[in-house]
């Protein structure tokens, strides 16, 4: 499978060639190409970590002139609060990035609680099929290494299905082939998901 290029006319900034597009995110690709379209001046994603949701963020604000803050839900409340009115304010997009939903993020300042519950939220999920396979294909080449088309259909419907399992199970195919000094082959990557203990590879 062949990495989908994003379907923005962004710079060549931070590793947008490593960004894959799928199911799992397109949503989220689709509200940010169509900020114009936002009825406050920033938003909110949440997601998987591992699933490019920072990566994601930080090529939007190099695109828009914006601000990110990550781990939003884990920030000081006065941070943003003065970050969300000074988007507003300046007409600058603030986008931020959180592990959960507002609901979630029991916060104490009445200010910011109203203006968390009029900003936009998308999400994005864990991986489909189609985008798990691009994903370890994309992590495998940026190693140097290649699996064939027999070695994914293999691991496809034995790895949990996440951002994090699939990042364990290159890292594994990783190890194990620099210490064999072989190429991915299923009997490999048999052993590269036993070492990682996330299937049941009964």
Not at 22 to 29: F, P, R, S, T
Not at 62 to 79: H, M, Q, S, V
Request: proline share 7%; with cysteine; net charge neutral.
């Amino acid at each position: 499978m062949s990495q989908i290029a994003l379907p923005f006319a962004w710079p060549a900034v931070e590793d947008e060639r490593d960004f894959c597009r799928g199911e799992a995110n397109i949503q989220v690709l689709r509200h940010l190409e169509h900020r114009a379209l936002w009825p406050v001046m920033a938003t909110l994603i949440t997601g998987p970590r591992k699933s490019g949701r920072s990566l994601l963020g930080r090529i939007f604000a190099a695109k828009t002139g914006g601000r990110l803050i990550d781990d939003a839900d884990r920030r000081p409340e006065e941070e943003l609060f003065h970050a969300w009115n000074r988007a507003q304010a300046e007409r600058l997009p603030l986008l931020l990035i959180a592990d959960a939903p507002p609901p979630m993020w029991q916060i104490a300042l009445p200010d910011l609680r109203s203006r968390i519950a009029a900003t936009p939220h998308v999400a994005i999920t864990e991986p489909d099929d189609g985008l798990a396979a691009t994903l370890m294909e994309r992590l495998l080449g940026q190693r140097g290494l290649a699996a064939g088309p027999d070695v994914i259909a293999y691991l496809l419907p034995r790895i949990e299905r996440s951002y994090v399992a699939i990042l364990r199970v290159v890292d594994a195919l990783d190890q194990l082939s620099l210490e064999r000094r072989s190429r991915i082959t299923v009997p490999l990557a048999r052993e590269a998901l036993r070492l990682v203990g996330v299937i049941d590879d009964s």
